[in-house]
């Protein structure tokens, strides 16, 4: 998928913010609505979702309102705390979740922290059901910050990269969100070009990964 710029939109250029609104690459279907669709189809379905710890105790993160139909839905984190019922690294996600047990899985504002995002994907599809769907959101543009520790931004080119058919993923749908403006006091005549707070990810699991993926 190209996202080569568009020269008809030269006068959007120095505001990401309007050329958002105006580029019809951008007006995509929203992933987040898309994954909600999917999910209140599924009857009784299984859901996971990792990073759900609170680090304020009164603000959950939780997104269970999303699947009051869910047979069961799991908290995931690295560490324990509210909300968490399964304590792990989403790098070894397969070892304390059942492999191909999950119909639909969230990973919200988490592959930022996570040192091997593509070895995060692998273990996602582990877990997942053959049919079963992921809706993982995470930034491409976004201030430094912990949880513990802060790796990656993300283009929409690089999470279609992580949740590839290599990997065992079809019908994928990426999306930005939130344009936003990047100037520096110190050079504030840098050239300028898009920008997003947001990045996200729909994809549906259609087989196992390729023993080769993580090479």
Known sequence: MSYEFDPSLKKYQQNPATWGAKDPRYRQANTHDLFREKLKAMHQPRVLEIG????????????RGWAPHASSYIGVDLEDGLDVDVVADIHELSHHISPNSIDALLCISVLEHVERPWVAACEIAK????????????????????????????????????????????????????????????????????SFLHASIVARKERDPKEWVLR
Do not use: M, N
């Open 52 to 63: 759900v710890k609170r680090s304020i105790p009164d603000r959950p993160t939780i997104h």
């Open 127 to 194: 877990v997942l059901k053959p049919g079963g769907w992921v809706f993982c959101a995470t930034h491409q543009t976004f201030p430094i910050h912990g949880f513990p520790k802060d790796y990656w931004r993300f283009t929409r080119e690089a999470l279609e990269s992580l949740f590839s058919p290599e990997v065992g993923f079809a019908d994928v749908t990426s999306f930005y969100a939130f344009p936003c403006d990047i100037r520096a006091e110190e050079a504030s005549d840098t050239w300028q070009h898009f």
